[in-house]
């Protein structure tokens, strides 16, 4: 036995000993892509000196005697802190992820290479100014200045995922900043989702007036109504939506419903400044991610110091300021997507059908490789209308008669985006009129660009928009026979066409992602908006106030209020409210009671540390899936968020949209208060399951966790607890401080799309200006900068966004110089 014994130790030692072996081993290889900041480097590509100072957040301050040169020290920099996620944007974009990560992303690089965008992206490298060829030459040669460096000498790869996904990393080219502007187009469009829902719903709902109810337009003069689905295809079967929603697979770029973009920015001019100089709050709406999307630079060029928000392989400022100029900008919503029902020649499959008869498809053949399999080879399709997407994305199938396809309209679809040059333009503007000057230049993603000079404020719409025939016969709101002329898009408006508003007499302009402006159409912009709600309580702060200052702007970013609660809650309540006498402790009756109380003290504040929230938002969620579950079966899946709209049109009864609260199967006439006591009910049970009974003792922010979760490691055990970054957070569906819920089981209040950037100017003392990023600086987990700044935004901190390159090297924790190597 004592034999046993000792063998024993001896392997349990020898295994402990090999697994600090390893372990040791692996943080040694991992931490060898940590970069360096304080060295000093000769490399090609630049004509003179190149300093980088790392203030102490580990934000890059570079200084450069040529504009070309400080673009190099950005490429730079972006690879330093951010190569993985630059290459696996790229590679995304290209439809190439399958190479790395096998089968498993192979519905994603088919959908990329269907929509063409990096070959577009090629193509419009001959549409960018000269000013934004040399910066992006310039820009790529820094990063492939990093690229090399790494190789030379042995640096880890770059990054930890190379270990685990090793694959060789090409040259950045200048096309490839442009593709990924053209994928973040994609992040943010939403269009042709909403009118995939629109049509499965208008062919589902057995009273199709109550389309009106479940997808309501946004608050404003009303809109011609529209005709039924299937009634733009006489004489075709149209199919019955039968099953779930598909879930978009591993990687994908497409937003699911609702997830296309929100964001906040507002300006304020002298006249309503305390400190008599203008000022903007901007706070772009994203995905959590580790890292952020926004990787925070400052860059000093020819006409002076620009500082603010960049995204990692773009060489541009997209939001931020210089020293005369300050710039934001919000998902605007417009209509920039339409998706067309093409039909198939029955003789020729190969044809479809156009205005003029029978056309043959554009087709080429596209080799996609895989990870550890065969490659696969696939024929592209396109119409004149766009490309053909497949019936198998998107519930397609579900909307397609039979013997037609599905293509795209979109105007990030062109070989001639001049987007950049726009980008680039707008840094070197120094007032409001310059900076609109650039706004023909942008083509998409479409956006509300807020801007302020030292003494005008301005707001404006950017991106290309569809010039489309009033007879339109859905007006963009359902898929369309693409055979139909009046159907197609007429190529696109004047830039004049965009709705634009500059020092109004109210002195202040902003942007919640509301409807901005009511138009008939084909001028409307949008029927579609991100918001009905916030911008009531946006409106409410900004009017509650004669004067603004920064931290007032800074407070509404941070407003928690939810307008939708303040409303919603008297109307559901109304009948259950301080009726009956009082239930005996323990049944459900005093559980209810117990919640009617609460809420009923609450001011609709979703406070992480108050339990009224979650109450509040299990009751909607409950409510809603009782109403509409019996008309929409399974297709209620897709109406995972509670709409407000609807909520109010049922509890007010507008236009007869109470008889969504009757149950259709059932013999009862149910009332709308016996739907609201019963989706009490079943949101207080399921609280008791999730977070116990104690109704005072819960907590919102243990359900409304931020989660910023790595792309790609987040879901390996063990490891997702070192690079997802999770925190209580305030906020929800319908405040300022938005922090949009996940709407999924098993953890449906889970925050996973928010401010991924905060940003507030002042130009009354333009160095107090402030802004933060969402997790760090740095891509890299094993790095103190992968979440410090998270920590920060978290707690609703900011740190300094200033100019003053003396306080910068004040700070430094490193400086890189680049030096021109001798030839």
């Known amino acids: 036995m004592a034999t046993l014994f000792r063998w024993l130790l001896r392997l349990a030692s020898a295994a402990i000993f090999l697994t600090v072996i390893v372990v040791a081993l692996v943080y040694y290889l991992a931490s060898r892509s940590l970069p360096d900041y304080d060295k000093e480097l000769a490399v090609d590509g630049i004509g003179a000196g190149v300093e980088i100072v790392r203030d102490n957040s580990a934000v890059p301050h570079i200084f450069a005697e040529t504009d070309a040169d400080a673009f190099f020290g950005l490429g730079y920099a972006h690879a330093q802190d951010r190569l993985w996620q630059m290459v696996l944007m790229r590679r995304t974009v290209q439809g190439r992820l399958s190479e790395i990560f096998g089968r498993r992303t192979l519905d994603t690089d088919l959908l990329m290479r269907r929509l063409d965008l990096y070959p577009l992206a ?46 060789p990393v090409a040259p950045w080219q200048p096309a490839d900043s442009i593709a990924l502007v053209k994928l973040m187009a994609l992040q943010l469009s939403g269009q042709f989702r909403d009118e995939i829902l629109r049509a499965r719903t208008s062919l589902l709902l057995p009273d199709p007036d109550r389309l009106a109810d479940i997808l309501p337009d946004a608050p404003g003069s009303g809109t011609a109504a529209l005709p039924e689905y299937a009634s733009l295809f006489p004489g075709k079967t149209m199919p019955r939506y039968a099953g779930t929603p598909h879930p978009e697979g591993p990687l994908s770029p497409v937003p699911e419903r609702g997830f296309a973009g929100a964001s906040n920015a507002w300006a304020a001019a002298p006249s309503r400044s305390a400190g008599g100089g203008t000022l903007l709050a901007n706070d772009p709406h994203l995905g959590f991610t580790a890292p ?70 554009e087709t080429r053949r596209t080799i996609v490789e895989i990870k550890d399999e065969a490659p696969v080879t696939v024929t592209l399709r396109w119409t004149d209308n766009g490309p053909v997407l497949p019936k198998s994305r998107f519930d397609l199938e579900a909307i397609t008669p039979p013997g037609h396809v599905v293509s795209m309209s979109w105007t990030a679809l062109s070989g001639e985006d001049s987007s950049l040059s726009g980008a680039l333009r707008l840094m070197r503007a120094g007032s409001v009129e310059e900076a609109l000057e650039a706004a023909p230049l942008y083509v998409a993603p479409a956006q509300m660009l807020t801007v302020i000079d030292r003494e005008h404020i301005g707001l404006k719409l950017v991106g290309a928009m569809p010039r489309r025939d009033a007879a339109h016969q859905s007006q963009g709101r359902l898929p369309s026979p693409g055979w139909i002329e009046a159907n197609r898009w007429q190529g696109m408006l004047p830039d004049a066409s965009n709705p634009v508003w500059t020092d109004p007499a109210g002195g202040i302009v902003g942007n919640t992602n509301n409807k901005i402006i009511d138009r008939p159409f084909p001028l409307h912009v949008s029927y579609d908006w991100g918001d009905s709600q916030r911008v009531m309580r946006w409106t409410q702060l900004m009017q509650g106030r004669q004067v603004h200052t920064r931290d007032s702007f800074i407070e509404a970013q941070l407003d928690t209020v939810s307008p939708a609660a303040r409303t919603l809650l008297p109307l559901i309540g109304r009948d259950l409210w301080y009726t009956g006498e009082a239930a005996p402790a323990g049944t459900p009756e005093r559980q209810r009671q117990r919640a009617l109380e609460l809420l009923a003290n609450w001011n609709g504040e979703m406070n992480e540390h108050l339990p009224e929230p979650l109450i509040y938002a299990a009751w909607l969620r409950a409510l809603q899936e009782r109403l509409i579950r019996d008309e929409l079966g399974p297709l209620a899946d897709a109406f995972d968020h509670v709409e407000p709209l609807f909520i109010e049109r049922v509890y007010r009864n507008v236009d007869g949209a109470g008889v969504w609260c009757d149950v259709i199967r059932s013999v009862a006439v149910e009332s709308c208060s016996d739907i609201s006591r019963m989706a009490l009910d079943d949101a207080l049970v399921w609280i008791g399951e999730q977070y116990g009974t104690a109704l005072e003792s819960l907590r919102w922010g243990d359900a409304h966790q931020a989660m910023h979760k790595h792309t790609v490691l987040g879901d390996i055990p063990l490891l997702r607890y070192f690079v997802n970054i999770r925190q209580s957070s305030s906020g929800g569906d319908f405040t300022l401080e938005r922090g949009r819920t996940s709407g999924r089981d098993p953890e449906p209040f889970l925050s996973v799309h928010g401010a991924t950037y905060r940003g507030v100017y002042d130009f009354a003392d333009p160095d107090s200006s402030v802004f933060i990023n969402s997790t760090g600086q740095s891509g890299h987990f094993l790095s103190r900068h992968y979440d410090d700044l998270g920590t920060l935004w978290r707690r609703g901190e900011y740190i300094p966004m200033s100019l003053d390159a003396g306080l910068a090297r004040a700070a430094s924790i490193g400086v890189t110089q680049l030096v021109p190597s001798a030839q």
Do not use: C, H
């Open 122 to 167: 090629v193509r419009s490298v001959a549409a960018q100014d000269p000013q934004a060829m040399a910066a992006l030459r310039a820009y790529a040669a820094g990063v492939n200045t990093r690229i090399d460096e790494i190789n030379a000498e042995s640096l880890g790869r770059g990054a930890p995922e190379f270990f685990l996904f090793n694959a």
């Open 292 to 361: 952020s999307t926004w990787y925070l630079a400052r860059l000093q060029l020819a006409g002076g110091g620009v500082i603010g928000g960049t995204i990692p392989g773009v060489p541009a400022v997209m939001l931020g300021r210089s020293q005369r100029l300050a710039w934001g900008i919000t998902s605007s919503y417009l209509d920039d997507q339409d998706l067309y029902i093409e039909e198939l020649n029955p003789d020729n499959p190969q044809e479809y059908r156009t205005p003029d008869g029978w056309k043959r498809f």
